[in-house]
């Protein structure tokens, strides 16, 4: 979906409409609004062309304070702070969630309720619902929204590492025209997600595609899309971006997007896991190191990830 660029926004929420700023909507980036408005989710829109949500508007105007503040004063009622949990899991802003939990005059009791919200959530967003899905197959072998019964009582971890990498560059001399930018022979990847019951590794060397002609080195622009006339210009992190993700099997760039996807959202994941019935879950991080750029080094790390989910049930 192409994004609108329009900086102020207009929705229709439940047939109610609201403007506000694109920047607001964006302000908490693991929310499903500031998904949307960025382009990566897609959006109804209605016969007016405004984004579509169909929600009860009845405290959309709190979720649009609490973007712009940061807080906001809740109300005492019980049903009320009942109702604006609900919002604040569908639109998955866990800062809003916390507050409203944390009220001593009222705390979710009700394991059908608990049940009903993480499932609305979890419709909502395939990332979230993707991630769970893979620590739990790895851990117990079954989804735990599906049904928590049959998963054994137990505690257990899943052992989560990605590792990518540029490496064996050629020569300065032999550079000539490429922008002075280091040419990488090949990459290394590897993505591992070990768990109780299954563990999932793709280790794989990429050897890049490179290109002699009339005496000069560059990369081979077919393989990369570009034309040959700016053959010089291909950078090594397009090359990168080719092969350990454009390039991957479905199967593979699910792991590593969902890899990505937890160590960048670990309070949602925490929270899925949580509310799915699952306890003591923690995510201790090891390593956490993503470069958009080379220097020229004999190994190029751009990617170094590790981290643990423990859970019980």
């Given amino acids: 979906m192409v994004c609108d660029p329009e900086p102020i926004v207009s929705l229709n929420v439940g047939g109610q409409k609201f403007t506000t700023s694109r920047e607001t909507l964006c302000k908490d980036g693991s929310s499903m609004l500031a998904r949307m408005f960025s382009g990566a989710l897609p959006s109804r829109r209605d016969e007016k062309g405004r984004v579509f949500l169909d ?20 109300p005492v009622c019980s049903v009320e702070l009942q109702e604006i949990l609900h919002e604040a899991l569908f639109y998955q802003l866990d800062g809003l969630r916390l507050m409203v939990s944390s009220q001593e005059r009222w705390l979710p ?3 059908v309720q608990l049940r009903t919200s993480i499932s609305e959530q979890l419709q909502s967003d395939c990332q979230l619902q993707n991630a769970v899905d893979l620590i739990v197959d790895c851990a117990f072998g079954s989804a735990p ?11 257990t971890c899943v052992d ?12 300065p001399q032999n ?10 022979v090949a ?16 280790d794989a060397k990429h050897e890049s595609h490179l290109l002699h002609h009339d005496g ?11 034309d040959h006339a700016c053959r010089f210009h291909i950078k090594t992190m397009q090359v ?15 792991w590593r997007d969902c890899a990505l996807y937890i160590v960048k959202n670990i309070n949602a994941v925490k929270w899925a896991l949580d509310l799915c019935g699952f306890r003591d879950v923690a995510i201790p991080v090891h390593s956490m190191q993503v470069n958009s750029t080379t220097d020229g080094a004999q190994s190029a790390v751009l990617v170094n990830i590790r981290f643990s989910v423990q859970l019980a049930l």
């Fill in 175 to 184: 550079q000539l025209q490429q922008q002075d930018e280091t040419l990488y």
């Fill in 109 to 111: 009791n009700s394991a």
């Fill in 145 to 155: 929204y599906k049904d928590t019964s049959q998963i054994p009582a137990q505690s």
């Fill in 55 to 74: 929600r009860d508007p009845k405290h959309f105007r709190l979720i649009l304070n609490y973007l712009r503040d940061g807080d906001i004063c809740l």
């Fill in 216 to 226: 000069q080195l560059s990369y081979d622009p077919k393989p990369y899309g570009v």
């Fill in 187 to 202: 990459f290394q990847q590897r993505i591992q997600i070990k768990g109780e019951t299954k563990c999932e590794l793709f």
């Fill in 240 to 254: 990168y971006r080719h092969h350990c993700v454009s390039a991957l099997s479905a199967k593979h760039q699910r």
């Fill in 160 to 171: 989560v590492a990605v590792r990518e990498s540029a490496y064996n560059p050629l020569h």
